[in-house]
């Protein structure tokens, strides 16, 4: 099965920042498209942002201008950066990979998760 494992949550007052990182298995770094997505209680899952094998990104309305997703392939870890956080941002957000690139929130395997709390 595939492994992916989320850090970097945890709580801020809005307008802060926070990284997530997500480390995963070699061959899905390489192979699948992966992303990022968050569920909160009493919303549906919303994919957040993707990346492809291309380095081409794609953002949900909702985080576009504050979010960016990257990927170092040196250390093989894929981020979320997160400014300007917003207290509706709160939500357990998980890594994402898939090997048909599909819509991030579609995608075959999730991470656990890592929560983030935004305050206002």
């Known amino acids: 099965q595939v492994q992916l494992v989320e850090s970097g949550g945890g709580s801020v007052q809005a307008g802060g920042s926070l990284r997530l990182s997500c480390t995963t298995s070699q061959y899905v770094y390489s192979n699948y498209c992966m992303g990022w997505l968050r569920q909160a209680p009493g919303k549906e899952r919303e994919g957040v942002a993707s990346i492809d094998r291309d380095g081409n990104t794609r953002y949900a309305d909702s985080v576009k201008g504050r979010f960016t997703i990257s990927k170092d392939n040196a250390k093989k870890i894929l981020y979320l950066q997160m400014n300007n956080l917003k207290p509706e941002d709160t939500a357990m957000y998980h890594c994402?990979?898939?090997?048909?690139?599909?819509?991030?929130?579609?995608?075959?395997?999730w991470g656990q998760g890592t929560q983030v709390t935004v305050s206002s």
């Open positions: 994402a990979a898939d090997p048909w690139c599909r819509a991030v929130e579609e995608s075959g395997y």
